[in-house]
């Protein structure tokens, strides 16, 4: 057994996979969430697990110090991210992020202040007090909170009335009570993935992502992620130097970073960033395209506070084969009360099938959200065509199988197969 011992902020699907990689390399395993089994299904495998809320920041510090604690890892939540920098901060510990640019990254109003200042292209913003508003012409727009995720609280604007309500909604879903009024951009959005390490930013892919609403009154979520872009090579020649330029000027030294941009009027227009590895858990295409291993990365710095690849800069595309393409599919549920789950195990055999990250569990009851809270699990496959990986689909669809009280079958998805 390796002497050192990591606290997981979670013990969700969504960290089974980091769970499984900690136990094989010997170190000790923590878990904390007030969920139980088999929601938590970490606890399971750990070493200790404990039934404490991971936002109660005191009961986990002082588990910590009675535990002797070495790292802490929050995966993606977006929750318990900030939770983790107090923890660490408080404890001497190392953290990939810290308080300044974790603020860069989840609010979208300094991030685009940010792009703006290194000549990158940003959406046309107004202010509630804008006298524009008053005589806009150029609907629809989009309101949205500086700083929440997953397309909670956003509104796709076409007149003055759903302006006013689509503000509403913006507040009602910001902490701080902040938002951003945009020109709506009538284009789908390519996701760019960075990797740093020790300083040394690299890019890791780019993919289209394909946009739905689950239900009419409902922001768009994603229907459909495929890599690589279309774009890539013009991405890489007009606006990837500029970003990297961006993410070093923030002082970064490690962590997994996504962009949303869009490309519109011939020009890459950015939207949003995540200082973290998508929820879709996007380490998974990165690993399969350029043999680098974001979770790996994360949790390798928070036990030692290096990093985990010798000569990082010289990592080429090891397995990069621009004639293979890898897709991300969300599964939806309609609304209900999970009480059966069959099929992820044969899933899983499909051939072209490379992963499926689950997101909920029996007993699970899913809101009528027409948000992300409605995947039941993303499906990652590989294939050498879109006619391949829609056959892949197809099977998959045949076999995965969640049921309601009623014996429904509940799945579906926003993207046609």
């Known amino acids: 057994m390796n002497n050192k011992t990591i606290l997981f902020l979670g013990a969700s699907n969504y960290f089974l996979d980091a769970a499984k990689y900690v136990k094989e390399k010997g170190y ?4 904390v969430d ?12 750990a070493d ?37 920098i107090e923890l660490c901060e408080r404890l001497g510990l190392p953290y990939y992020t810290n308080k300044k640019q974790w603020e860069m990254s989840t609010n979208k109003r300094i991030f685009k202040d940010k792009c703006i200042e290194h000549g990158i292209n940003v959406t046309e913003t107004f202010d509630i007090g804008d006298d524009k508003l008053d005589d806009m012409k150029y609907y629809p727009l989009v309101t ?28 009602d879903n910001s902490k701080s009570k902040n938002i951003l009024i945009e020109r709506y951009i009538p284009s789908d959005s390519i996701i760019i993935q960075y990797t740093i390490q020790d300083g040394i930013v690299k890019y890791c892919g780019m993919s289209d992502k394909k946009s739905k609403k689950i239900k009419e009154n409902a922001a768009p979520v994603m229907a459909l992620q495929v890599f690589p872009s279309i774009y890539e090579a013009e991405y890489l020649e007009s606006t990837n130097a500029k970003a990297i330029k961006m993410i070093k000027d ?19 227009i950015f939207n949003e960033i995540g200082f973290r590895y998508g929820g879709s858990l996007t380490y998974y295409p990165v690993e399969y395209f350029y043999g680098i291993n974001q979770m790996k990365i994360l ?35 309609k609304p209900c009360t999970i009480k059966q789950i069959r099929g992820i195990d044969r899933l899983r055999q499909i051939q072209g099938v490379h992963e499926f990250v689950q ?44 049921r309601d009280e009623n014996d429904v079958n509940m799945l579906f998805t926003i993207w046609e197969i």
């Open 359 to 402: 997101s909920h569990s029996i007993e699970d009851t899913i809101p009528a959200s027409g948000t992300t809270l409605q995947v039941f699990g993303y499906l990652h496959v590989t294939g050498n065509t879109i006619e391949e990986i829609n056959d892949t689909f197809k099977k998959s669809k045949d076999v995965l199988d969640v």
């Open 28 to 31: 000790k395993l923590i878990a």
């Open 48 to 84: 200790e697990s404990y039934s404490i809320s991971t936002i109660d920041i005191e009961r986990v510090y002082e588990l910590c110090i009675n535990k002797n604690v070495d790292g802490i890892y929050a995966g993606a939540s977006e929750v318990n991210i900030p939770v983790a």
């Open 34 to 45: 007030n969920q139980e089994l088999p929601k938590a299904v970490v606890k399971s495998i």
């Open 144 to 171: 949205k909170p500086v700083d929440n995720n997953g397309s909670t609280g956003i509104s796709i604007c076409k007149n003055k009335e759903q302006l006013k309500i689509g503000i509403e909604k913006a507040l």
């Open 299 to 333: 949790i390798n710095h928070s036990l030692y506070g290096n990093g985990l690849y010798k000569n990082f800069d010289d990592i080429t595309e090891v397995n990069h084969d621009k004639n293979k393409l890898y897709s991300i599919l969300p599964i939806q549920i």
């Open 250 to 268: 923030q002082e970064i030294e490690y962590g997994a970073i996504w962009i949303e941009s869009f490309y519109y009027e011939n020009k890459f």
